[in-house]
Every structure is written in structure tokens, then in C-alpha cells.
């Protein structure tokens, strides 16, 4: 299809072969080959061809029948690349990569409702005064209302966030959030009724603790290569199945 499209543009030019892979700066052996189908070009000849002949990638690759370039996706290297794979599988690796990427496509998209429902948050303000008395030296900060245990609390439409005082001291320096931990799930190191004080990234490390939600249930787990893991051997690791909605909610920085 390619090969097709490159004789349609050439002749249209009024070049032969030679002339036309002197007027691109190629070598006549490999424009041929391109053109003749007995080699397929690479990425940054496509993109060379787009250019010069305001056509876009898509056309050129058969995928459209357009030439135009507007209204078209620019692609990138990386992007051809995985079209060029997936041409070449069958009709069931074709849908297979189509079942994957609907399913990540809808988890972003939830993700980034779940952002915005935390963007979002109700906060309910509290006394100016804090509830214990930690002087001057003292940082209000969001709280989670839910607890962080295994299997319990949620994040729903209905969360809230209650501005509670900490001493400032305690507060590690990044920590956005904090949350009360419930149950014994991650003794010895976070007891029932520890605070915990977490920042909001989603992309953890290899042996981070961090704060997620699961199926919109919230969790304070070890983020590991086998999964998510409680300190307590008592407890299974946690691993998600390919229909679970997970989300990282943050990176614990520190306690109370």
C-alpha cells in the first residue's frame, strides 16, 4: 500500500526514480525498494515524504483516503512503530490489543475523574482553635475522613476532608494529605489509630508505602514487584485482578 502511494506521488511530480530519490537524497537502490514494496521505509522517510508533499502519514499508510495533511494526526516514530506491529498480527492479537486498550483507556479516564473528585473534595473547616493545644507551630491539613484499612472506607462521591491540626514538627516536609490507619494490617510499623501524612503521586517505587484505592475501597499497603503487600505476615498480598480499578492515591512521607 505504501509502495502504491509512493509511485502516485512521484508520478504526479513528473520524476522518474532516479530523479526523485535525488530530489529526496536517497540513494536510487533504496528508493526503489521502497517503491517496488521489496523494503519497507522507516518512520523518518514517511515523515520526510509528509512534509514535502503536504500528505499525511495516515494516507500514505492506506489508513485514510485523504491526502491532505489537515485534520490528520502528526504520528512519531514510536507511534508508526506500534501501527506497523499491529498490521502485522492476526485478527485475534488485533483484537486483543484492542480489548487492552479500551480497558487502559477507561481506567486514565477514571483516574483522572477520581483527580478531579480530589481536586474537588468538600472541605469541612473547623474551629480556628486546634483540638489539642500544640502551640503557635502547628499545620492544618486536609484529612482524610475515611480510614486506611484493608477492605473498609471508600472514596465516593461522598468524601470529605476535615482540616485537623498537626504539630508542624511531625509534618514531613511534601505531605498534602493525612489519614488515620485502621486495623493491624501493617504492624509493626503502622499501628490502629496511627496518622499517616501522604503526598498525591501516582507513581510510586518499588518499596514505597503508599495509600490506594481499589474498587473504590481505600488501602495502606507496600507497594512491591509481586504486589501490594502488608507488613503483618499474617495478611496476603494484596494483587489486583485486569478489572479492578486501581488507583495510587499517594506515597506515605511519614507519621504521627
Known amino acids: 500500500m505504501i509502495a502504491d502511494k509512493l509511485k502516485e506521488i512521484r508520478e504526479k511530480t513528473g520524476m522518474n526514480k532516479k530523479e526523485f530519490a535525488k530530489y529526496l537524497d536517497i540513494k536510487y537502490t533504496t528508493y526503489n525498494n521502497y517503491e517496488t514494496g521489496a523494503r519497507e521505509p522507516a518512520s523518518d522517510f514517511l ?14 499508510m492506506g489508513l485514510k483516503d485523504e491526502a491532505e495533511i489537515l485534520h490528520s494526526y502528526p504520528l512519531s516514530s514510536v507511534e508508526f512503530s506500534h501501527i506497523e506491529n499491529y498490521r502485522r498480527l492476526d485478527q485475534y492479537g488485533q483484537k486483543t ?56 472506607g471508600s472514596i465516593g462521591d461522598d468524601v470529605q476532608l476535615e482540616n485537623e491540626a498537626y504539630p508542624a514538627i511531625r509534618v514531613p516536609a ?16 503502622y499501628s490502629d489509630g496511627d496518622v499517616v501524612f ?9 518499596g514505597d508505602i503508599v495509600v490506594l484505592s481499589i474498587n473504590k475501597e ?28 486501581v488507583v495510587v492515591l499517594g506515597k506515605v512521607l511519614g507519621k504521627l
Not at 511534601?174 to 510499623?189: I, K, L, R
Not at 501522604?198 to 518499588?206: E, G, I, V
Request: aromatic content about 12%; glycine content about 4%.
Open 97 to 152: 490489543i484492542d480489548l487492552i486498550l479500551e480497558r487502559e483507556l477507561d481506567r486514565y479516564k477514571q483516574f483522572q475523574q477520581l483527580q478531579h473528585k480530589k481536586a474537588n473534595l468538600t472541605v469541612v473547616e473547623v474551629d480556628d482553635e486546634p483540638a489539642e493545644d500544640y502551640g503557635e507551630n502547628v499545620v492544618m491539613m486536609p484529612t482524610f475522613m475515611q480510614k486506611l484499612c484493608a477492605g473498609t
Open 47 to 60: 515523515i520526510l515524504i509528509s512534509k514535502k508533499f503536504d500528505v499525511s502519514i495516515d494516507y500514505l
Open 218 to 245: 481505600n488501602y495502606l499497603k507496600k507497594y512491591t514487584e509481586r504486589g501490594f503487600e502488608a507488613l503483618n505476615p499474617k495478611y496476603d498480598i494484596l494483587v489486583p485482578g485486569e478489572s479492578d480499578f
Open 198 to 206: 501522604f503526598n498525591d503521586t501516582n507513581t510510586p517505587r518499588f
Open 174 to 189: 511534601g505531605a498534602q494529605y493525612a489519614a488515620t490507619v485502621a486495623g493491624d494490617s501493617m504492624e509493626p510499623e
